[in-house]
């Protein structure tokens, strides 16, 4: 399994991003997003299944402003972010467990050990 988050940057309060993942090897498992600031624990996002009902599993702080898609054709998971806040300030990265096909219903958790290099967003005016 080899991921790849990109399309982190500066965006003003209100504003949107589109991240990618690039999931090589992990067509059969969820995806996690996971988001991380310095000296705290990261914190679950977003995360979609693997199957073909995309079943998806947000943080509350998110509902309503984050959309996590998949496109297995192309080991593509994406994460569109609108309206976003300076509180959603951090380093997002993708992540699996490489076990389970659906989230978790409290989300992804420390299962999700799998996961390459992160994008910094950040949200400022």
């Known amino acids: 399994v080899q991921l790849q988050a990109s399309g982190g940057g500066l965006v003003q309060p209100g504003g949107s991003l589109r991240l990618s993942c690039a999931a090589s090897?992990?067509?059969?498992?969820?995806i996690g997003w996971f988001r991380q600031t310095p000296g705290k624990e990261r914190e679950g996002v977003a995360c979609i299944s693997s199957r073909s009902d995309g079943i998806t599993w947000y943080r509350d702080s998110v509902k309503g402003r984050f959309t996590v898609s998949r496109d297995n054709a192309k080991n593509t998971v994406n994460l569109q972010m609108n309206n976003l806040k300076p509180g959603d300030t951090a380093v997002y990265y993708c992540?699996?467990?490489?076990?389970?096909?659906?989230?978790?219903?409290?989300?992804?958790?420390?299962?999700?050990?799998?996961r390459g290099q992160g994008t910094q967003v950040t949200v400022s005016s």
């Open positions: 992540s699996t467990d490489s076990y389970s096909p659906y989230c978790s219903i409290n989300g992804p958790g420390r299962e999700y050990v799998y």
């Open positions: 090897g992990a067509s059969d498992y969820a």
